[in-house]
Nanobody, 121 residues
Framework: QVQLVESGGGLVQGGSSLRLSCTAS????????MGWFRQPPGKQRDLVAT???????NYADSVKGRFTISRDGVGDSIALQMNGLKPDDTAVYYC???????????????WGRGTQVTVSS
């Protein structure tokens, strides 16, 4: 099994910054991609940003230029630096990892439990 532990959410005013962190642990041979998705109240869960094992990144258009995803130190950890936060960024943010596991012939997808980000106007 693989566990994803997120941290860093909170309540901030518009224009502020927050940094989210996520660490993967467990039976992992190799992390294929890690990333962040978010789910606003009453809406579907959508991509925010991902980073693959080569460091290539992908961002939703709505966060380009404001959010930065990166590897966070050693191990299977990532961070999401969020600057210029807007009320529309309010959502539960979920860490996601696609991994190669020792007991599975195919890549597996895991989710964290989510961390709330609330941006006031």
């Amino acid at each position: 099994q693989v566990q994803l532990v997120e941290s860093g959410g909170g309540l901030v005013q518009g224009g502020s910054s927050l940094r989210l962190s996520c660490t993967a642990s467990g039976s992992i041979l190799r992390v294929i991609t890690m990333g962040w998705f978010r789910q606003p109240p009453g809406k579907q869960r959508d991509l925010v940003a991902t980073i693959d094992s080569n460091g290539r990144t992908n961002y939703a258009d709505s966060v380009k230029g404001r959010f930065t995803i990166s590897r966070d130190g050693v191990g299977d950890s990532i961070a999401l630096q969020m600057n210029g936060l807007k009320p529309d960024d309010t959502a539960v943010y979920y860490c996601n990892a696609v991994v190669r596991a020792p007991y599975s012939p195919s890549d597996l997808t895991y989710w964290g439990r989510g961390t709330q980000v609330t941006v006031s106007s």
